[in-house]
């Protein structure tokens, strides 16, 4: 909301994005834990190699010494590889961290980032931690000037809780050797005492071909008139909500739980044109809640709100007659447009309001 009042060539603009950018690698982080624990679902999707590691380059520099050198050697056109983007920064992450350490805090080093494509034959894939059958991969490497490791250390290093670090978890390489086995790549490790390390990571080529450069789809408004009711227990979502809400247009009331949800719409079904519903709340379930307001109005669409992803909710949702879902966090464009979206349809097709979503 505060980007979006400010043009992009004022100062605090690109503060604001790196904000925004920290907070959406942390809402990354949390799908993949949810995914993790069967919650929910890892975002597989073509990804930049190149993208992922400029990005954490400088949002890790301020994490790392100020006496290493951090260099990027990044070849240009690279592949996309298919993953889940909060995996990928999870590696690249790990790597760049583990390569300080190395060095210390008070030494000074360098670590490079590599990257490139290369065509893996059998002969290359014999020096390999992990088989992988021969093609095409795009090759991370990670390079730092640190103390390097004897060839016990070594074996060890990817085992869980496995640390040289008197305050680590042992759990980064371990998580990293996961990561590149669900993908089907390969980990090559070479280190020894004082001469430093090097991690060398091949994950396949989703499609030969670059990535599309991404261009941002111009800002719209999204404006809109009618009534919304806007349902959630947490009292930061209902007051940000309602301020993006109110500035496109729309007039929103706010209930903290099913329960008030389903009293406000008896006293107001006759104007609220849409329900934005949480579905995990206390008092009534946003589910229950569902039931009830289609039981007073079968035609008032509603889209619900989750923290799981849409995958596992929407199969019941469907069936209790929501017209969408979407997934927190969301952005306020994301929000504008779908409750947009939503709006058009069941306005210009009303034989489409039983259907559900």
């Given at each position: 909301?505060?980007?979006?009042?400010?043009?992009?060539?004022?100062?605090?603009?690109?503060?604001?994005?790196?904000?925004?950018?920290?907070?959406?690698?942390?809402?990354?982080?949390?799908?993949?834990?949810?995914a993790y624990a069967?919650?929910?679902?890892?975002?597989?999707?073509?990804?930049?190699?190149?993208?992922?590691?400029?990005?954490?380059?400088?949002?890790?520099?301020?994490?790392?010494?100020?006496?290493?050198?951090?260099?990027?050697?990044?070849?240009?056109?690279?592949?996309?590889?298919?993953?889940?983007?909060?995996?990928?920064?999870?590696?690249?992450?790990?790597?760049?961290?583990?390569?300080?350490?190395a060095i210390g805090?008070?030494?000074?080093?360098?670590?490079?980032?590599?990257?490139?494509?290369?065509?893996?034959?059998?002969?290359?894939?014999?020096?390999?931690?992990?088989?992988?059958?021969?093609?095409?991969?795009?090759?991370?490497?990670?390079?730092?000037?640190?103390?390097?490791?004897?060839?016990r250390t070594k074996?060890?290093?990817?085992?869980?809780?496995?640390?040289?670090?008197?305050?680590?978890?042992?759990?980064?390489?371990?998580?990293?050797?996961?990561?590149?086995?669900?993908?089907?790549?390969?980990?090559?490790?070479?280190?020894?005492?004082?001469?430093?390390?090097?991690?060398?990571?091949?994950?396949?080529?989703?499609?030969?071909?670059?990535?599309?450069?991404?261009?941002?789809?111009?800002?719209?408004?999204?404006?809109?008139?009618?009534?919304?009711?806007?349902?959630?227990?947490?009292?930061?979502?209902?007051?940000?909500?309602?301020?993006?809400?109110?500035?496109?247009?729309?007039?929103?009331?706010?209930?903290?739980?099913?329960?008030?949800?389903?009293?406000?719409?008896?006293?107001?079904?006759?104007?609220?044109?849409?329900?934005?519903?949480?579905?995990?709340?206390?008092?009534?379930?946003?589910?229950?809640?569902?039931?009830?307001?289609?039981?007073?109005?079968?035609?008032?669409?509603?889209?619900?709100?989750?923290?799981?992803?849409?995958?596992?909710?929407?199969?019941?949702?469907?069936?209790?007659?929501?017209?969408?879902?979407?997934?927190?966090?969301?952005?306020?464009?994301?929000?504008?447009?779908?409750?947009?979206?939503?709006?058009?349809?069941?306005?210009?097709?009303?034989?489409?309001?039983?259907?559900?979503?």
């Amino acid at each position: 909301m505060l980007q979006s009042r400010l043009r992009q060539s004022e100062a605090n603009y690109p503060e604001l994005q790196s904000v925004i950018d920290t907070a959406q690698r942390a809402a990354d982080l949390t799908r993949q834990l949810l995914a993790y624990a069967g919650k929910g679902t890892f975002m597989v999707q073509p990804v930049d190699l190149n993208t992922t590691a400029r990005d954490l380059v400088t949002l890790l520099r301020t994490s790392i010494s100020r006496l290493i050198n951090l260099e990027m050697n990044l070849q240009e056109k690279l592949p996309c590889i298919q993953t889940d983007p909060a995996q990928i920064q999870q590696v690249v992450m790990n790597l760049i961290i583990n390569a300080g350490e190395a060095i210390g805090d008070n030494e000074v080093g360098t670590i490079r980032i590599t990257t490139r494509r290369e065509n893996l034959s059998e002969t290359h894939i014999g020096d390999l931690l992990t088989e992988i059958p021969p093609g095409a991969y795009v090759l991370l490497e990670v390079t730092d000037t640190g103390c390097g490791m004897d060839d016990r250390t070594k074996s060890n290093i990817f085992d869980p809780f496995f640390t040289t670090k008197s305050m680590g978890r042992g759990l980064g390489l371990s998580a990293v050797s996961g990561i590149v086995r669900s993908h089907k790549g390969a980990l090559k490790v070479d280190s020894s005492p004082g001469r430093g390390t090097t991690f060398s990571i091949w994950l396949p080529v989703t499609r030969d071909e670059t990535p599309e450069v991404f261009v941002a789809e111009p800002q719209r408004s999204w404006l809109g008139d009618g009534t919304i009711l806007v349902v959630d227990d947490e009292e930061m979502i209902r007051s940000v909500t309602k301020s993006v809400l109110e500035r496109v247009g729309y007039t929103i009331l706010l209930a903290q739980d099913g329960e008030a949800a389903v009293n406000i719409f008896l006293r107001h079904s006759d104007r609220i044109s849409l329900v934005l519903l949480d579905l995990t709340m206390p008092v009534m379930s946003g589910q229950e809640a569902l039931r009830r307001l289609k039981t007073i109005s079968s035609t008032v669409p509603v889209i619900v709100s989750s923290g799981y992803s849409a995958d596992n909710v929407s199969e019941e949702l469907k069936m209790l007659g929501a017209a969408a879902c979407i997934q927190k966090p969301y952005t306020a464009s994301q929000l504008t447009r779908l409750i947009s979206e939503t709006l058009r349809i069941f306005t210009s097709q009303p034989a489409a309001m039983n259907q559900g979503m």
